[in-house]
Structures are given as structure tokens and as C-alpha cells.
Nanobody, 125 residues
Framework: QVHLVESGGGSVQAGGSLRLSCAAS?????????MAWFRQAPGKGREGVAG???????TYAVSVKGRFTISKDNAENSLYLQMDNLGPEDTAMYYC??????????????????WGQGTQVTVSS
């Protein structure tokens, strides 16, 4: 069992930055898990933002590429998302996810094994 807890969300103005963190705990070593950030805006489905596979490969949604950076610290059992040049379109609840498979952004969210509770990001114009 993997328990994920997100932090770092908040309210910022457009053009600002935030750094999200996801702390993993439980009976596992996240070295062998792929992890990812997803987000869900009100009235919309959950969409993949950035993924970090267990072999080190990273992927980004087109909408955030060049603005967001995902990183993973296996020693700290943590996943991070540095978000720069934020815009109102980035307003959403952000969720951390973990699964032994690769390419989580391509998977059905219903099949991804572990999820955190989310952290809210609000960007005002």
C-alpha cells in the first residue's frame, strides 16, 4: 500500500510560480513506481499534467510543456512539480498518482493504483 500526500498548492497571480510536493509512505520503495501529476478543474475530467516513469523518463502535457518541471527524489520518497508562468487555465485540483506501470499519462485514470487527496491551485488574472 502506498499513501500519497500532496502539498504546496495555493493562490497566485498569473505569471507566478508554485512548487507542488507529493510525499509517499507505506510498504514500498517508490524507486520502482512511476509517478505523475494530474489535475481536475471544476466541471472537467481529470487530465494528466506530467509523468515521471520508474526508469527516469518524463512526459508532459502539451499545455504545460516548457512551463512545468517534474522531478522525483527516490531517497526522499517524494515527487515534485515546479510550475512557472502560471495562467488562469492552470486553476485546478492537482493530484499525485503512483503505479508500477509506465506512462501513467496514457493510462485510464480509473486503473491507476494510488492517488493522493489533492491540493488546490488557483491562478487569478
Amino acid at each position: 500500500q502506498v499513501h500519497l500526500v500532496e502539498s504546496g498548492g495555493g493562490s497566485v497571480q498569473a505569471g507566478g510560480s508554485l512548487r507542488l510536493s507529493c510525499a509517499a509512505s507505506g510498504y514500498t520503495d517508490i524507486t520502482y513506481y512511476s509517478m505523475a501529476w494530474f489535475r481536475q478543474a471544476p466541471g472537467k475530467g481529470r487530465e494528466g499534467v506530467a509523468g515521471f516513469d520508474w526508469d527516469g523518463e518524463t512526459t508532459y502535457a502539451v499545455s504545460v510543456k516548457g512551463r512545468f518541471t517534474i522531478s522525483k527524489d527516490n531517497a526522499e520518497n517524494s515527487l515534485y512539480l515546479q510550475m512557472d508562468n502560471l495562467g488562469p487555465e492552470d486553476t485546478a485540483m492537482y493530484y499525485c498518482a503512483a503505479d508500477p506501470r509506465r506512462s501513467l499519462l496514457l493510462l485510464s485514470t480509473a486503473t491507476i493504483r494510488y492517488w493522493g487527496q489533492g491540493t488546490q491551485v488557483t491562478v487569478s488574472s
